[in-house]
């Protein structure tokens, strides 16, 4: 199968992928057309492909599971680096998010999207505006995604009244979309831009919907602003208002103490690290992620968006998680290979409740092939490779819900979304600094 049979691309097909490792030994997988992963073997003979991928040696692996980003700021790499977090938030970002319109949003998202696919990524935790236009762009793409409206009330009991309707909205537009690759969510965005109101709110409202939440705590130390506030930890407070009790997915939490971790543990929260954004942003502390693990809370992993990465390629992240947790913590036993592998893979699906994260029979077909390459040789270990070795760049196949929307790195109209999404990128940032 070559790039110049076009059939192949965007729709479920029966399809063997042959020539290819698993664990580091030969194997081969059947998809049957369902979405689902029909069957793995050294040698599959009985099945009924319509297309043969040879891998030439290459690695399969789980489709990556970016478990937060903020997809349109991809339109903002690069716009505005090396800045502390609450000045970069208040005085570049959020005056340009200010302008941006729908379709800035949707070709914000194709283009992340683009860049998901291409370095391995098959599903993606979303925090922004505007989702239905995410939602459009994650739909043509063959993606899947978590999508949550962001919930920013600042204390003021009209504005949280608005954005109460807007989330609303939003989860029932995604809902009536019905599309199995899109689950909503629901985001307010941290303990200092959303009121108690908010997130009181926001902790019903997953429930009522039995919907994932999606919020950024303890990124920097938000604890000694929150106790002045509420007379309460973050993690304490964010209990108080009932935010940890129903599907919570809290992005950073760097700032966790014992008696946090403890909570968290208790209320069944997953946590994101996020290695590359609490680096560049300099948050002063790495997650405690031995105190985690120890306590069993699923950790998994996230790029945050591309204006404080500035990509959204899981291999770079997996391998800074990795090393930063073995220099922060000073142990080189900390997050060996295989561990960072899951928890960039299998714990994101858990926590989004995907049935993926896994190559084997009866799970979702999200699938990647690593190919081998100049960072993929010498093969000793293949796994040791992924997270160590190598970029997302040498990811050549990914499959999505039993679909293939990349092979040998093509990706159909991957030009037009750079091209548009340039510009656009070029004028939004025009009009907000005019
Ligand atoms: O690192 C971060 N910390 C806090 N907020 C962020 C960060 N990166 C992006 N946003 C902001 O979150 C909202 C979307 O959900 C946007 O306003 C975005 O700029
Ligand atoms: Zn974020």
């Given at each position: 199968m070559t790039q110049?049979?076009?059939?192949?691309?965007?729709?479920?097909?029966?399809?063997?992928?042959?020539?290819?490792?698993?664990?580091?030994?030969?194997?081969?997988?059947?998809?049957?057309?369902?979405?689902?992963?029909?069957?793995?073997?050294?040698?599959?003979?009985?099945?009924?492909?319509?297309?043969?991928?040879?891998?030439?040696?290459?690695?399969?692996?789980?489709?990556?599971?970016?478990?937060?980003?903020?997809?349109?700021?991809?339109?903002?790499?690069?716009?505005?680096d090396d800045m502390p977090l609450f000045e970069w938030l208040s005085t570049k970002i959020w005056p340009t998010e200010a302008h941006l319109t729908e379709s800035d949003i949707y070709w914000g998202a194709k283009l992340a999207c683009l860049e998901m696919i291409r370095t391995g990524t098959t599903t993606f935790n979303d925090m922004y505006f505007m989702m239905n236009n995410v939602a459009e762009a994650v739909d043509e793409a063959g993606i899947r995604a978590c999508l949550s409206y962001c919930m920013i009330d600042g204390g003021d009991h009209e504005k949280f009244e608005k954005e109460c309707s807007v989330m609303e909205k939003t989860v029932a537009t995604l809902k009536a979309r019905a599309n199995p690759r899109i689950i909503p969510g629901v985001s307010p965005h941290a303990v200092y831009t959303v009121s108690e109101e908010g997130l009181r709110w926001c902790a019903e409202f997953s429930e009522r919907e039995n919907i994932p939440l999606h919020i950024h705590v303890d990124e920097t130390d938000e604890n000694p602003d929150c106790i002045?506030?509420?007379?309460?930890?973050?993690?304490?407070?964010?209990?108080?208002?009932?935010?940890?009790?129903?599907?919570?997915?809290?992005?950073?939490?760097?700032?966790?103490?014992?008696?946090?971790?403890r909570l968290f543990a208790d209320r069944g929260v997953t946590v994101v690290h996020n290695p590359v954004s609490n680096m560049k942003l300099s948050v002063g502390r790495a997650l405690p992620y031995p105190e985690l693990k120890?306590?069993?809370?699923?950790?998994?992993?996230?790029?945050?968006?591309?204006?404080?990465?500035?990509?959204?390629?899981?291999?770079?992240?997996?391998?800074?998680?990795?090393?930063?947790?073995?220099?922060?913590?000073n142990d080189p036993t900390i997050m060996p290979a295989s561990e960072a592998l899951t928890i960039a893979s299998r714990n994101g699906a858990k926590a989004l409740g995907i049935n993926a994260g896994v190559i084997a029979p009866g799970f979702l077909a999200d699938i990647i092939l690593v190919g081998k390459t100049v960072t993929t040789t010498p093969a000793f270990n293949t796994t040791s490779n992924a997270v160590y070795a190598t970029s997302g760049l040498a990811v050549d196949t990914t499959i999505c819900d039993g679909a293939v929307l990349m092979h040998e790195g093509f990706i159909p109209g991957a030009e037009e979304i750079l091209a548009k999404s340039e510009r656009v990128a070029f004028d939004l940032v025009r009009r907000a600094t005019a």
């Open positions: 110049t049979d076009p059939d192949i691309f965007g729709t479920k097909t029966q399809t063997l992928i042959r020539n290819i490792r698993l664990d580091g030994k030969p194997a081969e997988i059947y998809l049957d057309g369902t979405g689902n992963i029909a069957s793995v073997g050294e040698k599959i003979k009985d099945h009924d492909a319509e297309f043969i991928i040879d891998g030439n040696g290459a690695t399969a692996l789980p489709g990556m599971v970016n478990m937060h980003a903020h997809s349109p700021m991809s339109l903002l790499r690069g716009y505005s002045k506030a509420h007379g309460m930890r973050v993690a304490q407070w964010l209990d108080h208002c009932g935010v940890l009790s129903n599907r919570c997915i809290a992005a950073h939490c760097c700032w966790l103490d014992a008696d946090d971790i120890a306590a069993g809370v699923n950790v998994t992993l996230g790029t945050d968006g591309a204006s404080s990465n500035n990509d959204l390629d899981m291999f770079g992240e997996m391998k800074t998680a990795a090393i930063l947790q073995k220099f922060f913590w």
